[in-house]
T-cell receptor, first 118, second 112 residues
Framework: AQTVTQSQPEMSVQEAETVTLSCTYD???????LFWYKQPPSRQMILVIR??????QNATENRFSVNFQKAAKSFSLKISDSQLGDTAMYFC???????????????FGQGTILTVHP | ETGVTQSPTHLIKTRGQQVTLRCSSQ?????VSWYQQALGQGPQFIFQ???????GRGNFPPRFSGLQFPNYSSELNVNALELDDSALYLC???????????FGSGTRLTVV
């Protein structure tokens, strides 16, 4: 079974600064994907960034980048130039790229509430 | 390109009743998954449908059941509602594993 752990229940940052959210996971799979999702008060889960485990290069999407350490099973999210609209709950998620009864199952962490202050 | 739409947005039911939640997947997506999210927690996987067949299930009792239709829309049915079923129910669709999942805004179910 896979587990995802986010050890920071809450984080805060000043507008325009940089913040890093932590995520660790545990799995015996070798082929998988990792995601960061953002959930604002509107409730809709929005995909921020994805990482394929077999790619060593860290994914980047505009102001968002990840630090993927496969051996350490760590997947942190860095948000640069933070904006007020980044305020939300952030979830780290894992999916194995393998068959079986849980094929396609997303396993989420507990979430980190990020507040961006003006 | 349409996103994932869920209905209703809010629902209040009495313990013991039955409820049906609906989800229209994003255009072209043939896989639909349902998640239960308790307040302040991460979503928990209920089950997944691929081309009208259930092909994955989480740790939920049989009173949680579902359907997927030929147009890939889906329903989640919950029988004999319990107070602990109160949660946000999220539907997500995808085309291929790992490409990411598109989520709807959810249905907030309150059981009283």
């Amino acid at each position: 079974a896979q587990t995802v752990t986010q050890s920071q229940p809450e984080m805060s940052v000043q507008e325009a600064e940089t913040v890093t959210l932590s995520c660790t996971y545990d799995t015996s799979e070798n082929n998988y994907y990792l995601f960061w999702y953002k959930q604002p008060p509107s409730r809709q889960m929005i995909l921020v960034i994805r990482q394929e485990a077999y790619k060593q290069q860290n994914a980047t999407e505009n102001r968002f980048s990840v630090n993927f350490q496969k051996a350490a099973k760590s997947f942190s999210l860095k948000i640069s130039d933070s904006q007020l609209g980044d305020t939300a709950m952030y979830f780290c998620a894992f999916v194995a790229n393998a068959g079986g009864t849980s094929y396609g199952k997303l396993t989420f962490g507990q979430g980190t509430i990020l507040t961006v202050h003006p | 390109e349409t996103g994932v739409t869920q209905s209703p947005t809010h629902l209040i039911k009495t313990r013991g009743q039955q409820v049906t939640l609906r989800c229209s997947s994003q255009s072209g997506h043939n896989t639909v998954s349902w998640y239960q999210q308790a307040l302040g927690q991460g979503p928990q996987f209920i089950f997944q449908y691929y081309r009208e067949e259930e092909n994955g299930r989480g740790n939920f009792p049989p009173r949680f059941s579902g359907l997927q239709f030929p147009n890939y829309s889906s329903e989640l049915n919950v029988n004999a509602l319990e107070l602990d079923d109160s949660a946000l129910y999220l539907c997500a669709s995808s085309l291929r594993i790992g490409y990411g999942y598109t989520f709807g805004s959810g249905t907030r179910l309150t059981v009283v």
